[in-house]
């Protein structure tokens, strides 16, 4: 039995249009159908976070949803974060104050931090732990980055006050 | 960890919906937010031939509070009913619940009505559900019922919903202005399932005496819990610290649970007695300091 689907998603503004089997997460159809493999595959069961993208605005898990389900939808991935060739505030910050290590669970620690930063933009370190606990990194390397979440925050903050368009 | 194939089906209102489970029968599941029925299709422990989906659905999706209860649509995102100053006003257990339940990222996609129909022994909403008395709706081919949370959690991944039956939606008794409410959960990390979980709401007259107890046990026994014992002996005392201790003993006598990987029975008796006094404790504190 073979249940086939043909969709049309919007990844990083741009259209997509292709056939999927029902049983195609949302993260395989991103990384085959649309090539864009920034967005990982870890456990593949809704644990380790690294495949987490932004679905109409709210930060899931693309391992859980299945592209037939994102038809019509607005995705944003990983790849979607840097502003043109230049890396965001919060990627810089990551840059910066080692965020990363492997790399592996970074798009998904990248994606939750900027939906924390969207909807808490002065969080506490506790509210930054809070945030990310739903993507596991195996380095073990946190202590970056929550310091990367952090200085982004504080960046964010400067940015503000600097161009005086807070209001 | 792929899913194995399935047909898919989505509905466009509860009514479609309960009209394809009963074209396809048991080999149907129901997808809401998927963030539990995934995973087992993934693990290939579920193979539903046919998943209807009713993300597309409108007619499940609400938060409505009159004088004397909440009522909240089953496809009702769990981040977006946690963060609803309406529920939390009305039933300030539910946030405090559901920030044990998964992560962020979890109940964005979870719904409400997902999390109960899949009734987890250890989840939070199905505890707090029992905690306080709600009562589910359900509709079927030939229309709608009404079940008491108690009646509707049978068994572990159990309930009474037939095959061609949905939930529609939860109802729950607004808590009394000032009521205090406490979450105590153990869990190896935050975000897991716990392995002993205590729900309590307490509020206090202007005597100090106590005119509304609910506790309820999550993780210790084939569904929630509520702790009906040491409710009787708490209501109207003044929830003395050896009342306190004498409702906890008897909690821990009226659960049932069994030995696994995350902690023996005995372990678990154990942290219900321990669990229910400091839910109390910080129950009362929760009231007299006046957190709303």
């Given amino acids: 039995m073979s249940d086939k689907h043909t969709i049309t998603v919007t990844v990083n503004g741009h259209v997509y249009t292709d056939d999927c089997e029902a049983r195609m997460t949302l993260a395989d159809f991103l990384r085959r159908q649309c090539g864009l493999t920034g967005t990982h ?6 644990v380790c976070g690294a495949c987490t993208v932004f679905l109409d605005d709210v930060a899931v898990r693309s391992c859980l949803t299945f592209a037939v389900q994102a038809d019509g939808a607005r995705i944003s991935t990983v790849e979607g974060l840097a502003e043109g060739d230049e890396l ?5 910050s990551f840059q910066e104050h080692h965020g990363l290590q492997c790399g592996f669970c970074t798009p998904g ?29 195996r380095c073990t390397g946190y202590d970056g980055i929550v310091k990367s979440v952090m200085a982004a925050a504080d960046s964010q903050r400067d940015g503000v006050s600097e161009s005086g368009s807070i209001s | 960890m792929k899913p194995p194939p399935f047909e898919y089906r989505s509905a466009h209102d509860s009514a479609e919906a309960v009209n394809l489970l009963t074209e396809y029968g048991d080999d149907a599941k129901i997808l809401a937010g998927g963030q539990s029925l995934v995973p087992l299709m993934n693990f290939r422990m579920a193979r539903p031939s046919v998943l209807i989906d009713i993300n597309q659905t409108h007619d499940m999706t609400h938060i409505r509070a009159d004088d004397g209860h909440l009522v909240v649509g089953a496809m009702t995102r769990q981040r977006v009913l946690e963060r609803d100053q309406t529920a939390g006003s009305a039933v300030p257990l539910l946030p405090a619940a559901l920030a044990h339940s998964g992560h962020t990222t979890n109940r964005n996609r979870g719904t409400f009505g997902g999390s109960l129909a899949h009734a987890d022994p250890a989840a939070e909403l199905p505890t707090v559900l029992v905690a306080l008395g709600g009562e589910l709706t359900v509709q079927g081919p030939s229309g709608k019922r009404t079940v008491p949370a108690e009646d509707f959690f049978l068994a572990p991944l159990v309930t009474s919903l037939e095959y ?3 939930l529609l939606s939860a109802r729950l008794p607004r808590l009394p202005q000032g009521t205090g409410v406490r979450v105590e959960e153990l869990a190896r990390r935050h975000g ?11 509020h206090l007259d202007s005597n100090g005496r106590a005119d509304l107890v609910r506790i309820a046990a999550g993780g210790v026994d084939s569904t929630p819990i509520r702790l009906h014992e040491a409710e009787a002996q708490l209501s109207g005392t003044a929830l003395d610290d050896a009342g306190i201790d004498a409702a906890a003993v008897a909690a821990a006598d009226s659960v049932h649970p069994t030995d696994d990987v995350h902690g023996s029975a005995s372990y678990r008796l154990e942290m219900v007695r321990v669990l229910v006094a400091r839910a109390i404790r910080s129950a009362i504190t929760h009231q007299k300091e006046g957190h709303r």
């Fill in chain 1, 41 to 46: 595959l870890g456990c593949e069961h809704g």
């Fill in chain 1, 109 to 137: 620690m990248l994606i939750c931090a900027t939906e924390l930063l969207r909807d808490n933009p002065n969080p506490t370190e506790t509210e930054v732990r809070e945030g990310i606990s739903g993507v596991l990194c």
């Fill in chain 2, 164 to 166: 061609n039956e949905i």
């Fill in chain 2, 192 to 202: 897991d399932f716990a392995i002993v979980s205590v729900m309590a709401a307490v």
């Fill in chain 1, 88 to 92: 965001n505030t919060l990627q810089k």
